[in-house]
């Protein structure tokens, strides 16, 4: 079945807000110093369906509504991110009989630099799904079983999961493993990215010599980040190096960041949360995280250089 390259565009913009916001701030704040806790197991069901992402995604975004939708207290920040915003998606999804704001769970979204995109999300509701053929154009659909619905524009990896073939599958990839262990927290958000471009642009903003920079960077495997929710936000980034050596040369570079931008802007809420920094190196990894009330989290937002970051890194809409 065929799904509209346009009217994902459109279900993507969903989650633009929500995920430019964990994102900068996890970057950005998540270097206070605490105790590092066990992370979370991954969920089998979550893991079963990694399997249809392929071998060597760029980036990988995991979003569990239906655990999102139980933090009580941030309900607003989550409900106002994520309401429809346009008649067109409206209608992409009413085609397929898909109330988008209560009928889905759960979506995993993966690209690769060829711009190969497979999103797999699951349902909660079937009970008014159907199975019509939208406008002809790159994505296609399938439908895993009643709950679980496959989108790709890859028609070599649609075929594959159609006929079980799972060979080159992300499981398959020899960090697999690392990198889920690696993730804190796996029940409501996380986000893998071997695309390191954007932490260049942002540190290139500073006083830093550019190429040797970019050859730092180069030597990081993988970026995560991860949250949790509760009364609380916790946050966790890891950053997979190469070796203990270039894990240590990063945080000498983010501690510099810090620091700049604690002596520059000591009156921005930001700087001062960064004055209690703390980055700690773990094996070859640089780990950094963070847990905010509701109220310390929102006076971050309104942060002058979160902003900028913002507008640094190409997250604001």
């Known amino acids: 079945m065929n799904f509209s390259y346009n009217g994902f ?26 105790i590092k806790e066990v992370s979370e197991p991954i969920e089998p069901t979550v893991l079963k369906k990694l399997k249809l992402i392929p071998e060597n995604p760029v980036n990988i975004i995991y979003l569990n509504f239906k655990n999102l939708k139980k933090t009580k207290s941030w309900q607003n920040f989550f409900t106002e991110d994520l309401n429809v915003q346009t ?18 769970d759960e979506i995993i979204i993966a690209s690769q630099w060829n711009d190969i995109n497979t999103y797999i999300i699951t349902l909660n509701n079937t009970k008014n799904l159907k199975h019509n053929k939208l406008k002809e ?62 932490f260049i642009h942002l540190l290139e903003n500073g006083n830093y010599d550019a190429q040797k920079l970019e050859n730092l960077f180069r030597t990081i495997q993988f970026i995560n980040f991860s949250l949790r ?32 931008l604690a002596l520059t802007e000591p009156n921005d809420p930001f700087a001062r949360e960064l004055a209690k920094a703390n980055i700690f190196i773990e094996n070859k990894a ?17 942060s002058t250089i979160a902003n900028k970051l913002k507008r640094i890194t190409g997250y604001e809409q």
């Open 9 to 34: 565009n459109i279900l993507m913009s969903r989650f633009n807000t929500i995920i430019h916001l964990i994102l900068i701030f996890s970057l950005t704040f998540c270097f206070t110093s605490c």
């Open 87 to 104: 008649s067109e998606s409206k209608n992409i999804f009413d085609s397929l009989g898909i109330d988008f704001n209560n009928d889905i």
């Open 137 to 198: 154009s790159d994505f296609k659909f399938y439908f895993i079983d009643e709950k679980i619905l496959f989108i790709t524009n890859d028609e070599k990896k649609l075929e594959k999961v159609i006929h079980n073939d799972f060979e080159s599958s992300f499981i398959k990839n020899p960090l697999f493993r690392r990198i889920i262990n690696s993730i804190q927290y796996k029940e409501q958000f996380w986000f893998v990215t071997k695309n390191n471009s954007f």
């Open 229 to 260: 929710i509760d009364k609380d936000l916790s946050l966790n980034s890891h950053w997979e190096c190469i070796d203990t050596y270039r894990a240590n040369l990063l945080r000498g570079v983010l501690d510099g960041l810090i620091s700049v």
């Open 286 to 302: 640089v780990n950094i995280s963070l847990k905010l009330s509701k109220n310390e989290f929102e006076k971050l937002r309104q």
